[in-house]
Nanobody, 125 residues
Framework: VQLQASGGGLVQAGGSLRLSCAAS????????MGWFRQAPGKEREFVVA????????AYADSVKGRFAISRDNPKSTMYLQMNSLKYEDTAVYYC???????????????????WGQGTQVTVSS
């Protein structure tokens, strides 16, 4: 299983970015997927998760209403549209696969077994 995150960059506060996570080596449509982030000096934290069908989502309160997750199962790709970015959104963003096929939603790091390499998002104030 390989997950390749991309799309990060430097943006001014209030701006937007779209992250992508390309998956290979798995039956993508069978798994919940998630985005996590880790800021310097802080623990990795949950951002958002999406069900295998794409119909179910769960957001951290800090990004609700600003971020939108989606997936394209035929392309084995997940996306994170980030709008109204804030300085505190600065972090390395990681995509991850939920451990169990057709499993239930989870916000816990330990419930995800494969991780992408991360993509840096820097928001200037």
């Amino acid at each position: 299983v390989q997950l390749q995150a991309s799309g990060g960059g430097l943006v001014q506060a209030g701006g937007s970015l779209r992250l992508s996570c390309a998956a290979s080596g798995l039956t993508f449509s069978r798994y919940f997927m998630g985005w996590f982030r880790q800021a310097p000096g802080k623990e990795r934290e949950f951002v958002v998760a999406i069900s295998w069908s794409g119909t179910g989502t769960a957001y951290a309160d800090s990004v609700k209403g600003r971020f939108a997750i989606s997936r394209d199962n035929p392309k084995s790709t997940m996306y994170l549209q980030m709008n109204s970015l804030k300085y505190e959104d600065t972090a390395v963003y990681y995509c991850a696969r939920r451990r169990t096929a057709f499993g239930v939603q989870s916000r816990k790091l330990g419930d995800y077994d494969f991780w992408g390499q991360g993509t840096q998002v820097t928001v200037s104030s």
